[in-house]
């Protein structure tokens, strides 16, 4: 079992930054791919971004790419999101997940979720 948590949310201008994290305890976090999720109102929830195990493999939603980072530091059992140039349509609901052997986008193959941090971004 792994039990995941979410930090730094918040509200933020059109163009500003955040920085998402991800904290794990329980289970071997290094075995799991890891990627970040995200809903919006009225809309199902969406693959962000994916960092394979050992970090070696990052795949990223095709509207996030350039401007949001993925990255994990097994040691400290924790993965992050670096958002820049946040833009209105990024205001959401943000998850992090853990699951399968592969980065996979579909939220269903992934076995843990946090409970998620608001991002909402004002224009």
């Known amino acids: 079992q792994v039990q995941l948590e979410e930090a730094g949310g918040g509200l933020v201008q059109a163009g500003g930054s955040l920085r998402l994290s991800c904290a794990a305890s329980?289970?071997?976090?290094?075995?799991?791919?890891m990627a970040w999720f995200r809903q919006s109102p009225e809309k199902e929830r969406e693959f962000v971004a994916g960092?394979?195990?050992?970090?070696?493999?990052?795949y990223y939603k095709d509207s996030v790419k350039g401007r949001f980072t993925i990255s994990r530091d097994n040691a400290k059992k924790a993965e992050y999101l670096q958002m820049n140039s946040l833009q209105s349509e990024d205001t959401a609901v943000y998850y992090c997940?853990?699951?399968?052997?592969?980065?996979?986008?579909?939220?269903?193959?992934?076995?843990?979720w946090g409970r998620g941090t608001q991002v909402t971004v004002s224009s």
């Open positions: 997940a853990a699951g399968p052997l592969v980065i996979v986008t579909t939220a269903s193959r992934y076995t843990y």
């Open positions: 960092i394979g195990r050992n970090g070696g493999s990052i």
């Open positions: 329980g289970g071997t976090f290094s075995t799991y791919v």
